[in-house]
């Protein structure tokens, strides 16, 4: 096995195809509404990568749309995705969530978040939910540098990030962490720290996304001022398979690069043929007689 990747985890796990529900829960982002920044990072568009969802219905009608078309035997995620889903009152976050576990075959609430939005009490609130379904949080860390993240305006420091994982370790939480390759002024080293900080915070599972550039976003002016170049897929490929590399064998690879809606993406044109990204990572794997962990060290995960 070339990596531990998410589907065959959940085959593995529940037997049967799990398919994801992606949902828009209405929430917005702490720097978008002034609470420690505005205008959100720089590379995320106007519906915080929530394009494709229809954020005029309501979770639950979302949920249905998503199970319309299913058949008995399929089995759903039910995954709050773009924005900060955490980020309200615990009375309000378990209204939303209850929204959206309506069917039996339901099996797991994932739920996409800030590490500053996490707290013992909103992490209390989700582990509550263990007696009906799995969960997991995922997280958008990107980058374990701080001179980056202020560059991105991701607006915490990474020390948040690893309380953060500290909190969702204490409710027996599992974690996906984020993390963003190309991204501004970023290069191996950043990329290595990076690596050593998600092995530090051990992780249920991964996200390796590409940088794109999508219209309407900072670094889409970026971009066109001449400040920003795009990674090549070469690069990427390498960068990726480094990350797999080094990080633990246990940890589960939820995905290996970004998605961005045809119609906003400016660059780089390669972001467009995903499947052919991922067959390159795998070619490269094959072709080094390698595989996710191969340079991976206990010492790594321990501060």
Known sequence: MLYNNLSGYLREKYGRRVR???IDGGFSCPNRDGRCGTGGCIYCSERGS?????ASLGIRDQVVRGLFSASDSDLFIAYFQNFTNTYADVATLRARYDSALIDRR???LAIGTRPDCITDEIAALIASYRDRVDVWVELGLQTASDRTAELINRGYRTEVYLEAMRILHKYNIPA???LMIGLPGEGDEE???TVRTVNLARPFGIKIHSVYVAEGTKLAEMYRRGEYEPIDRESYINRAVYVLRNISPDTVVHRLTGDCPPELLIAPLWNKDKNSVIEGINALLRESRTAQGADFSENSSQS
Request: charged share 25%.
């Open 176 to 178: 996906v962490t984020h």
């Open 191 to 193: 990329l290595a720290e």
């Open 106 to 108: 339901i099996v797991c």
């Open 50 to 54: 929530g394009e494709h969802i229809d």
């Open 20 to 22: 994801k529900i992606c």
